[in-house]
């Protein structure tokens, strides 16, 4: 066991180096980068263009030197890429070009937002989920088990984006009724409000967007619970549990349950992190929430590198950490599993 998890954190290594070499490399290539676009919005500042003046000219060499200095694009690719690694090999995740902030400072920022949408969109899915699975699965086959099918299938091909669209239409003063907010997590006076308000203040927030990530999320849990379950009842063993006269209730909850849940407890780690670092950035754009999916997508757009490696570096490493104790956990539910036994 030790050996293996030391041999998949040896791998993590140029998994790692492998994501970021990549991005970095793609990044040398794509054109208007931070100190172009730096240089576009000062000379937009100043009313436009110089004029083709001489003068205008050496000044925008001038300050285009300086900010490559500033920024450290006066030094070679290659000496910028082993500076990175050397910063990241101590989590100095760097500062950002255009906001001027520590790159941990922001995520720290924006978490609020992203776990706000991501614990709650997976304890949600996950509460609605199982019990529906499971009571589909008892009844496969049945008008229950189709009408549910059909309702979960449709919502989840219904994109979310769309989905909000609607909603703001009908419940957020779009045309309808004006019962939900569109912008942030609590409203401009949550201080002043009592412990239950501010909770409900939370929700009333929450609402809309969680709607929109919900219905589209707990498809494929559903299905998968169901389709474990249903492969399961089929096995020998429930066969002769019920010959041997137990109850339908005992024989799903003592014998069933257990095996059946392994590929869901085991996936618990990876849907749990994925919900806070996957979120979507339409529904953060279009109910004003300030995430991390945003963060990320106004960094690639703007071209502000130290976030964009910064982000990739921490998320690809919990994504690969995450990972490994997804595999352990499957070892712990099934002690059948022995991760890097040799079979003799």
Known sequence: MLAYILKRILLMVPTLLGALTITFVVMQFV???????????ARAG????????????????QQLEELKKLYGFDKPAHVRYVEMLANFARFDLGKSFLQNKE????????????????????????????????????????????????????GYAIPGFVLGVLLIVLFAGGTFFDWFPLRGLTSDNWEELSWPARMADYFWHLALPLTCLVIGSFAVVTMLTKNTFVEEIRKQYVLVARAKGLSQQRVLYKHI???????????FP????????????LIETLFSLDGLGLLAFESVIRRDYPVVLGSLYLFTLIALVVKLVSDLLYMVVDPRVQFGSVAK
């Open 31 to 41: 054109p208007g980068g931070p100190v172009e676009q730096i240089m576009a919005e």
């Open 46 to 61: 100043q009313g436009g263009d110089t004029g083709g003046y001489k003068a205008g000219r050496d000044l925008d060499k």
């Open 103 to 154: 790159v941990w400072q922001l995520i720290k920022e924006k978490l609020p937002v992203s776990i706000s949408l991501g614990l709650w969109t997976f304890l949600i899915s996950y509460l609605i989920s199982v019990p529906l699975g499971v009571a589909k699965a008892v009844r496969e086959g049945s008008r229950f088990d189709t009408v549910t099918t059909f309702f979960v299938l449709l």
């Open 257 to 267: 349950f257990r095996n059946a849940l392994i590929p869901l407890v085991t996936g």
């Open 270 to 281: 990876s849907a749990f992190i994925g919900a806070f670092f996957a979120g979507s950035v």
